[in-house]
């Protein structure tokens, strides 16, 4: 099958044939006719299998044969961090080439008034983080009266990182009569709950087992004491000679302090998490995709934000919280059909985390030992504790950064 097989406009398919895109995805290839009929649509696709495509692509072929010129924000892409922000917008920017599309990008973490500067220019798509769209339409700086269409991207991370308050703020703003898009790799309870309260008898789309890690990713499990992970992360990096590797860690304390450790051992790295600057994460990134660091070490900030065709290597420094964001962080290898590899190092108390990965997964996978880290039976962390445990959900509100107070349980999100 090819493009202009899915009733794309001609312009459409010059510049995809410009960009080499010959093939549609199945998610592509599912999604578009449902979007260019105007259908709600809920649609599950592994990362990296061009979902950002198959909702852009539609909604820009709208914007061509629209009757009027009028410069008016008819698309909303809400997304959960600045990262996947700027990703989105890139790529309606790049889809839309030459064809007078303004597209407009807003977040938090950087100034406001390039942004606000930029939406009086004229905006046709606007891609933003939730807390600065509410900024940004309390200081009645936009007009979301003519939005036609909603697109939550990683709708699940924006639930667990807490924005559903400032998703329902927002859809209050927006015209009852639209088209609402939900488009993620993983789909959980919380999602399918918003999905009825805002889809309007959706289509729904799943182009492969829910929740499902993509097949070419190799995936291998190390157990290792805890206090021996760095020196681990280290000897793999420089033993096996991995030229660019992303790193993920639960906690901006421990991002800094790999990145410390690593530096430490003669391995160039970046680190990269919320409460670094909006210019600290763009040049840590730019660093690490150009081959200036061999180590990117990041928080689950940018699980859902980075996009590098060609890395090969992922490794779970910890085991996340949220088992769905054990599927994103690994989805940043094995990117359109490539082989990866994702290496997740296991402490024994974070077994149960495992499990969590195995049943959200449907896989079983085998702890290994590295020779020379073998974990000591004897310094082992205790699998269980007399002292009650906290909630997974507090420990990962606590590793987004949020605060466990009666306000962060209600919903209160960190601004994007």
């Not at 010129?69 to 996947?84: H, N």
């Not at 000679?241 to 639960?250: A, G, P």
């Not at 600290?280 to 995709?289: I, N, Q, S, T, V």
């Not at 290597?313 to 994702?342: C, F, K, M, S, W």
């Amino acid at each position: 099958m090819s493009f202009s097989t899915l009733g794309l406009h001609t312009d459409l398919l010059a510049i995809l044939d410009t960009l080499g895109y010959q093939t549609p995805t199945p998610i592509q290839q599912a999604a578009i006719p449902e979007v260019l009929a105007g259908h709600d649509v809920m649609a599950g696709a592994q990362t990296g299998t061009g979902k950002t495509a198959a909702f852009a692509l539609p909604l820009i072929q709208r914007h061509l044969v629209r009757e009027t010129s009028e410069k008016a924000i008819r698309v909303l892409v809400l997304t959960p961090t600045r990262e996947l922000a700027q990703q989105v917008h890139k790529s309606f920017v790049k889809y839309s080439r030459g064809l007078s599309l303004n597209s407009v990008v807003a977040y938090g973490g950087a100034s406001i008034n390039p942004q606000i500067d930029a939406l009086n220019e004229g905006c046709d798509v606007l891609v933003a983080t939730p807390g600065r769209l509410l900024e940004l339409a309390i200081k009645e700086l936009i007009d979301l009266s003519t939005v036609q269409t909603l697109v939550l991207d990683e709708a699940d991370r924006m639930l667990d990182m807490g924005f559903i308050v400032d998703i329902e703020r927002i859809i209050k703003r927006l015209p009852e009569t639209r088209q609402t898009l939900f488009f993620s790799a993983t789909f959980n309870d919380e999602v399918f709950v918003l999905s009825k309260a805002i889809l309007k008898q959706p289509k729904l789309i799943e182009v492969a087992e829910r929740n499902a890690t993509a097949a070419k990713i190799e995936q291998r499990f190390y157990e290792v004491d805890s206090t021996r992970k760095a020196g681990l992360v280290a000897y793999l990096i420089g033993s096996k000679n991995w030229q660019q590797v992303l790193i993920f860690t639960r906690t901006k304390q421990a991002v800094d302090e790999l990145a410390k450790e690593l530096g430490k051992d003669g391995i160039s790295a970046a680190a990269v998490h919320g409460d670094k600057s909006q210019g600290a994460r763009d040049r840590g990134l730019e660093a690490f995709k150009t081959g200036q660091v061999r180590a990117l070490v990041a928080t689950d900030v940018a699980a859902r934000g980075l996009d590098i065709q060609q890395l090969q290597y992922v490794i779970n420094y910890e085991l996340p919280y949220n088992a769905e964001d054990y599927i994103h962080r690994i989805g940043r290898t094995g990117r359109a059909g490539q082989a990866g590899l994702a290496v997740s190092l296991v402490s024994n108390k974070e077994k149960y985390l495992l499990e969590d990965v195995e049943k959200l997964t449907g896989e079983h996978f085998i702890l290994q030992w590295m020779e020379g880290f073998e974990p000591n039976p004897m310094a082992q962390e205790e699998a269980s504790s007399t002292k009650s445990k906290p909630s997974k959900k507090t420990l990962r509100a606590k590793a987004l950064g949020q605060s466990g107070s009666k306000k962060a349980k209600a919903g209160k999100p960190r601004r994007r």
